[in-house]
């Protein structure tokens, strides 16, 4: 596949993701004006865009249009941005960096940084229940599915069971990474398919797809958390390894997590084969995604 094709989709489809995010969360003169600019620093900051990017090259599968789709898209980026200002607060990893800049807690302050989380959370909900382009039915699946995954038995039950479980045997790895990664790429690949009306039988093989892909991410980023270190410095310089954590290569070792990675991609491949529509675009992102790492 030609990877400048590739590349020119992601660029495209993350600069309009980009453009109405902007537009989501507008530069505001009121008096609580910080609650935006805060939001806007963490939320604008260069990210993958990975989530909506899922939903629109997923929903864009059963043709429809992407300013249908964009504002579902740009909610779960919302939902994301909130998880990371959180996951960064000293209570929690307590980072000091995000995305190539300071926290936003360290930028502004911890009570911002709630608040921005708490508001970014909250206002993904307001934009899709406010968006003028889906239906009735599509808002309360698309409400109840986000809910769902990013809920107490998805990303925050993941973050629970990360923050408190002691050295996770590869079942129970899983299980938290499932959730807490998992879960929401997850929902933006059956939020695509929840645009584009389809039927159940549909909407269970793009969850499938979802959840290997969703494994894959997380693999592939312990891994990349070690091959990163050694090709920036010589050496590992793991932040996992620094924080003690358990990783797929500290459970597996680094040849076997770049199998289980492969392993994963080959049934995102086989899922998106089975698939009765052309599915260029969702393939590519998928491919994209395992060009990260050298198998
Ligand atoms: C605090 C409620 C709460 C949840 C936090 C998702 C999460 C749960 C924390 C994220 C922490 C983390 C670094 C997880 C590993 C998976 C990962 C690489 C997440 C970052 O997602 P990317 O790579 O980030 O899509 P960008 O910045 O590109 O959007």
New binding site residues.
């Given amino acids: 596949m030609d990877v400048g094709i590739v590349d020119s989709y992601l660029i495209e489809t993350t600069s309009a993701v980009n453009h109405k995010l902007e537009q989501l969360v507008p530069i505001q003169r009121f008096p609580h004006k910080l609650i935006y600019e805060a939001a806007r620093y963490a939320l604008l ?7 909506p990017v899922l939903l629109l090259a997923t929903s864009e599968l059963f043709d429809v249009k992407q300013k249908s789709a964009i504002t579902a898209a740009c909610a779960f ?1 919302m939902i ?5 200002i ?2 960064d ?1 000293p209570c ?2 307590n980072d000091d960096f ?2 190539g800049r300071p926290t936003l807690h360290r930028f502004y302050s911890e009570a911002i940084a709630l608040l921005a ?1 708490d508001f970014l959370l909250t206002h993904a909900f307001y934009c899709i229940s406010h968006d003028e382009e889906i239906n009735a039915n599509q808002k309360i699946a698309l409400i109840q599915l986000i809910s769902q995954s ?1 809920g107490g038995d998805g ?2 039950g ?2 629970l069971l ?1 923050i408190s479980v002691h050295k996770p045997d590869l079942l129970m790895l899983e299980n938290l990474h499932s959730r ?2 998992g879960a ?1 790429i997850q929902a933006a690949i059956v939020g695509g398919a929840i645009l584009g009306n389809v039927n159940q039988e549909q909407i269970n093989s793009l969850a499938q797809l979802g959840k290997k892909l969703g494994l894959a ?2 693999i592939i ?1 312990d891994i990349l958390d070690v091959t990163a270190s050694v090709e920036k410095h010589g050496r590992i310089v793991s932040t996992d390894a620094i924080n003690a954590k358990t990783t797929y290569v500290t459970l597996l070792g680094l040849d076997q997590a770049k199998v289980a990675a492969k392993e994963a991609i080959e049934h995102c491949y086989a899922i998106l084969d089975e698939l009765p529509n052309k599915s260029f675009h969702l393939r590519s992102i998928v491919k994209k995604i395992a060009s990260q790492f050298n198998s």
Wanted: no cysteine.
């Fill in positions: 900051a260069p990210g993958k865009r990975i989530r980026e994301h941005a909130y998880s990371l959180h996951d607060l929690m990893d995000r995305r989380g990013a990303m925050i993941g973050q990360d807490k990664t929401l991410f997380q980023d």
